[in-house]
């Protein structure tokens, strides 16, 4: 397919763990553009814009001309205080989603996590399904509890299809009991994340976990709506013939 023809895709936040991660694998699939708040030295794809999401004339600069964005870019540290989470989580997801508006961008997808419903991990209150009443566990879970409002308003009123990804704990391998039931391994990351920008749907919240055999969240909607098949299981990681999985496919 060429470069005309593929989805035009930004990526907010591209330089973090998970930016990196879709930028790699996603770059042969989409035509990129990646965010960052500052440019890498060698970034993956040439398309690449800078600004802070609170600057709202620096989110209509980078969502011009694309056909998606993929909204990665916030504070997401669970202890961020309210001078972090209000300019960078919550004015600037509702920059990205207004310029998107705005530049006729018709498909977000919106990274939001499983600290919004953080209090049924506190008191064990599993399993976790993802149309349950939000209880956020922090500040942080308050702004993608926002953020996903947001979303919905948006698919409503202005007709953009909106997927919110409840993304679990994504790193390269598991490695202890909370990571055992939370893991998102990269390749399923980027699987869901192209099946979400892929979606028809007009809006949807989805648990982005790998298919761990002790997990705790439900992610039959995922499947059955998303078409998301995770390929990958903490499991394997806590037996003694454990083979680790690829980062990404």
Request: hydrophobic residues 40%.
């Amino acid at each position: 397919m060429s470069q005309q023809q593929r989805m035009r895709v930004l990526i907010t936040g591209a330089g973090g763990r998970i930016g990196t991660t879709l930028a790699l694998h996603l770059r042969d699939r989409y035509a990129l553009r990646l965010h960052y708040h500052h440019a890498p030295p060698n970034p993956p794809v040439d398309d690449v814009v800078t600004g802070d999401v609170s600057d709202f004339a620096a989110m209509q600069r980078a969502v011009t001309g694309v056909d998606a964005v993929v909204h990665l870019a916030a504070d997401p540290r669970t202890t961020a205080p309210w001078d972090s989470v209000l300019p960078n989580n919550i004015i600037g997801t509702y920059n990205v989603f207004e310029a998107a508006r705005q530049a006729g961008v018709r498909k977000i997808v919106f990274a939001s996590t499983n600290h919004v419903m953080g209090m049924y991990d506190r008191d064990h209150q599993w399993p976790v399904y993802s149309h349950l009443p939000v209880r956020p566990d922090s500040l942080y879970g308050v702004s993608k509890a926002f953020g996903e409002a947001l979303g919905r308003y948006y698919a409503d009123r202005y007709g953009i299809s909106v997927i919110c990804l409840r993304i679990g704990w994504f790193l390269s391998e598991p490695h202890d009991e909370i990571s055992r039931w939370m893991w998102l391994s990269p390749r399923d990351c980027v699987q869901i994340v192209w099946r979400a920008l892929e979606s028809p749907l007009p809006f949807g919240i989805f648990y982005a976990i790998s298919n761990n055999s002790g997990r705790h969240w439900d992610i039959t909607d995922a499947m059955e709506l998303l078409g998301y098949r995770p390929e990958d299981d903490a499991e394997r990681f806590f037996t003694d013939t454990a083979e680790p999985a690829p980062d990404a496919s």
